[in-house]
């Protein structure tokens, strides 16, 4: 690998094929992880939503029990996603 520092003190290098294969395995980890990170981020934000609405619209308490539920398989399949794509690793 040879390296040299531009003006902006940049390095540049040749990639070889292997370290060209790692990084294209980075990459399609990273992807994978930003796919799995958005599906929890949507859900986080139903999350968000129901506890509004709970909020806004004074639910009796078989109400809240019903969203309750909702809010916990909702946490439960963020769990899951988070454990199964080993997300924050």
Known sequence: MI???NDNQAVLHKVDKEEERFL???LVWIKK???VLTTIEEKLKQIR???LYVVEHKLN???V???QLEVDDLLREIMLLSQDNEVYH
């Open 65 to 67: 029990g019903q969203v």
């Open 49 to 51: 939503t129901l506890a």
């Open 61 to 63: 308490e078989q109400e």
């Open 33 to 35: 992880r930003m796919d």
């Open 24 to 26: 294209c395995e980075q």
């Open 3 to 5: 390296s040299k520092y």
